[in-house]
């Protein structure tokens, strides 16, 4: 049995020794074939896709890239240039797709050694953003961090933003000391960093020396995205008088108001693009801006730019011809400007917060002129604000008195040949006399024409109760239709008061109702008799200079304009073809006759040229040419900031004066107001309107 059993054991022992290399050899075969069937496939890829693996290598994407053109240019109505480009060369950086930050860090640096770029105010952030750029920094911060800085609590790695944010604290932690060189760099790259991909931004482009320029023209191979460009600012050859009209245009910092942001992405514009932010820039934005350049760009597969072609050179920005002649503008800041300073001599401006004028061609709605003066209460500072002529509003007194007449006289209650009213003041319960600025009983009765003349706030008051189908006892009782103050407003929009004029510049601002009921809810009559002679609605200045230069012109409310032509900017920078010329555009007519229209003028003209003592607008009666006007004084309190809630605030008044010239054939009209005076005497408004009625006319005369 032993021995069978060792005979086995021994063909065992013999079997398993032949086993083995047969399966190593199974095994070597496998590896053998697999081996070449790998190298076979190899061989396949690098003999027939060599060259489609080596295109790859060598691929280039194309894209588009925007640049910008030069900005159009403002002229006055002379040709005057106003508002042009400055143009000075600039170090400029257009940022590749997938660039690191490290990449830009390295660039920035380099840069510094050919030009000296100035340090900016820096946060703790850009400081620890600029060190983190730097190659291994980042890493070496992250070693440094604790466990719980780079993983959550269930021991998952940080998001990519959380854990950035901890570096940066450990940074900050440590402490930041840039030295002055340092800082100029983390300017750059901050600058480089913020740009958004295939966006171009400046990098300096102020007192950029000819060296600098030659210094990074020679290395802009190891500079990449950096080159050298141009830029420019808007500069205003003629002075800033005009500046508050023109508006402004952002920096490249600002970009795009977050208010339009979504608009302007959609109509291609870029968020770093400078952009008119308000008035007339703002307004003719789409002009002003033109079309903007496109190149084509190849993108290496390292993501930089390897070539680009122009493809659209782009427009440039269309020109603005204004209405204003600038030399005209000039004289009406320069008449309003002097005389404020008179009354801030006469101790008059106290509490006053300025003085405007605007001067308009009441047959097309041209603005011939506007002129501010923002006066600070507090520190007596004055500013030019031209700009509020359309967003200021104002009590502005008895110079509406010509739209409660004809609204009068369109309501039945009064007729050209039947408008003689008694002239006598009004007892309310509880509240101090209404009456005119003259003594009581110096009239007796009054005609609309003499009325207006003598500017009596009687008359008027006697319209609106007969307006109202007044039931009034002295002293007693007053009541009124419910409708009084809707009837009345009605009127005083078709002449433009109280309604926004159009006016081709944005941020108009309209004017502002007062209350109609009492906190009882009971009808304010006696609020209702103030609108009636222009002491409790406010309205812009210009809307007053629609108003009269709806009386002027025979009852068209015409639209205000101040861009006369849009013209073409030529390649050499001059101004090529017309593209639009403003044709003036009527509002509406109001609906009064010529009878009843000849009533007024006669009022306004005799409030210039008449006789009776208390003729309010004789000081322009000596003019080389005949003007009508009206006058007006309103009475108001002077609201202190500081004091909210005073409950006696210091008494004001508010004068102002709407006026037009010739009589007989306007070719002027102007609104002039004096807010908030210590007292009416000095007649502030009349001064100005006699100093620019005389430098008009003048013009007119050459």
Known sequence: MKRILDVIRGRADKKSGSAIPFRLNLLLLIVFILFALLVGQLAYLQIIYGNKFQAEVERTDKTSMKGDVPRGMIYDSKGRLLVSNTTQSAITYTKSSGVKSTDIYEVANRLSNYVNIPKEKLSSRDKA??????????????????????????????????????EVE???????????????????????????TYSTVYLKDKKLSSSEIARVSENLTELPGIDVGSNWTRSYPEGTSIKSIIGGVST???????????????????????????????SYESILSGTKSEKEVQIGSDNQVKKSKVVYKGQKGGNLNL?????????????????????????????????????????????????????????????????????????MGSAVKGATVLGAMMDGVITPTNNTLADNPIYLPGTPVKKSVYPVGTYSSLDAASALEVSSNEYMMAL????????????????MDSDIFNKLRGYFNQFGLGVKTGIDISGETEGIEGATMNSNGSLKTGSALDLSFGNYDAYTLIEMAQY??????GGYRMQPY???SIQQTQNDGKKGQLESVTSPKVLNKVGFTNEELAVVKKGMYNAVHGTKYWTTATRLADL????????????????????????????????????????????IALAIVFPNLTDEKGSYPQIVAHQIYEDYFATMAK
């Not at 450990?170 to 958004?196: C, D, H, P, R």
């Not at 002097?338 to 101790?347: D, F, H, L, Q, R």
């Not at 202190?640 to 508010?654: G, I, M, R, S, Y």
Request: charged share 20%.
């Open 129 to 166: 953003d600029y060190i983190l750029a730097a190659p291994g920094k980042s890493e070496s911060v992250i070693k440094a961090l604790p466990k719980s800085k780079k993983q959550d609590s269930s021991g998952n790695n940080l998001k990519t933003a959380e854990l950035y944010k901890n």
């Open 170 to 196: 450990y940074v900050e932690s440590q402490g930041i000391n840039l030295t002055s060189k340092q800082l100029s760099k983390a300017t750059t790259f901050k600058k480089m960093n913020a740009a958004y």
């Open 252 to 282: 490249e910092k600002q970009g795009i108001p977050d208010d339009e942001l979504n608009t302007m992405l959609a109509n291609g514009y870029s968020r770093n693009d400078r952009v008119g932010t308000s008035y007339l820039e703002k």
């Open 323 to 395: 209405t204003i002649d600038s030399d005209f503008q000039t004289k009406v800041q320069a008449a309003l400007s002097s005389t404020y300073a008179s009354a801030k001599a006469a101790g008059k401006t106290s509490y006053s917060d300025g003085a405007y004028a605007v001067a308009m061609n009441p047959k097309t709605g041209q603005v011939l002129a506007m002129a501010g003066i923002r006066n600070d209460p507090t520190t007596g500072k004055t500013t030019e604000d031209a700009l509020g002529v359309i967003n200021r509003t104002f009590v």
């Open 464 to 479: 609106a109760m007969k307006e109202a189908n007044a039931k009034y006892v002295p002293n007693s009782y007053i009541s």
């Open 548 to 553: 009269i230069s709806t009386i002027a012109n």
């Open 562 to 564: 101040i861009v006369q």
């Open 624 to 667: 080389s040419e005949s003007v009508s006007a009206k006058t007006g004084t309103a009475q108001s309190f002077y609201f202190d900031p500081k004091k909210p809630n005073d409950p006696n605030p210091p008494a004001t008044v508010t004068t102002s004066l709407v006026t037009y010239g010739p009589s007989n054939d306007a070719n």
